[in-house]
């Protein structure tokens, strides 16, 4: 069955460090890969995408990922964090042919990033 | 434009009202969700409209009832709701085929509260 796993429910980073957001994903082709964010009482806003080609992937706010096919992984990353980056970040993945439609989400990591 | 619009933004309403919520997209997009998301948890897919016709119905209460009379507009008609039903609703939108069908853009989401 296919299904999205965020290992980490908190995350607390200093503000100016690094970050890394962990997804792994089960299914037996490659998907379709996101990771959006969310603030407090807000909608989702969509960070990146993963569709194919290049497995390092650019997105706003200083954002990137890397798919790792041999991991199952989609990781997000940030060289450095700022105070605005706190948020809950939700990976999402597309199963196409996978028999559901739209987009499976992970439980969520929330980042709380310390002065 | 990526914008996906909802109102109102915040909602009361008792356990026998009437009301419905609204979503708005003008980036041509053929399929539109609504999705449900209480509190510290991903969104849950209620509805997807494709082509202005329903596809998929998570099984949802009656007493949620979509409606989709433009390409451009979705609606959720709620009646009779109950205080579990209190939730962020999240309305999106995506292109209704290929790839960038998974790709999904989100409204700021209506918070709704029963009592």
């Known amino acids: 069955a296919q299904s999205v796993t965020q290992p980490d429910i908190h995350i607390t980073v200093s503000e100016g460090a690094s970050l890394e957001l962990r997804c792994n994903y089960s299914y037996g082709a490659t998907p379709y890969l996101f990771w959006y ?15 194919s080609g290049d497995t390092l992937v650019q997105g706003i706010k200083g954002f990137e990922a890397e798919f790792k ?13 700022h105070w605005s ?11 196409p042919g996978g028999g559901a439609d739209g987009l499976t989400f992970g439980k969520g990591t929330h980042l709380i990033i310390q002065p | 434009d990526t914008e996906v619009t909802q109102t109102p933004k915040h909602l009361v309403m ?9 979503c708005e997209q003008h980036m041509g997009h053929r399929a539109m969700y609504w999705y449900k998301q209480k509190a510290k948890k991903p969104p849950e ?4 409209y494709s082509y202005e ?11 949620f009832s979509p409606e989709c009379p433009n390409s451009s507009l979705l609606n959720l008609h709620l009646h009779a709701l109950q205080p579990e039903d ?3 609703y999240l309305c999106a939108s995506s292109p209704p085929t290929g790839t960038e069908h ?10 709704l509260t029963v009592t």
Do not use: H
Not at chain 1, 37 to 51: D, N, R
Not at chain 1, 69 to 81: A, E, G, H, I, Y
Not at chain 2, 45 to 48: D, E, G, H, K, T
């Open chain 2, 45 to 48: 897919l209620m509805f997807v």
């Open chain 1, 37 to 51: 964010v969310q603030s407090p009482g807000q909608g989702l806003q969509l960070l990146l995408k993963y569709f």
């Open chain 1, 85 to 95: 980056d706190a948020a809950e970040y939700f990976c999402a993945v597309g199963f």
């Open chain 2, 86 to 88: 209190s939730a962020l």
């Open chain 2, 102 to 111: 998974y790709e999904q853009y989100f409204g700021p989401g209506t918070r």
């Open chain 2, 14 to 22: 008792g356990m026998t009202n009437k009301k419905s919520l609204k």
């Open chain 2, 53 to 63: 016709k329903l596809s998929i119905n998570e099984s949802v209460p009656s007493r």
């Open chain 1, 69 to 81: 096919r041999s991991q199952s992984s989609f990781n997000l990353r940030k060289p450095s964090v």
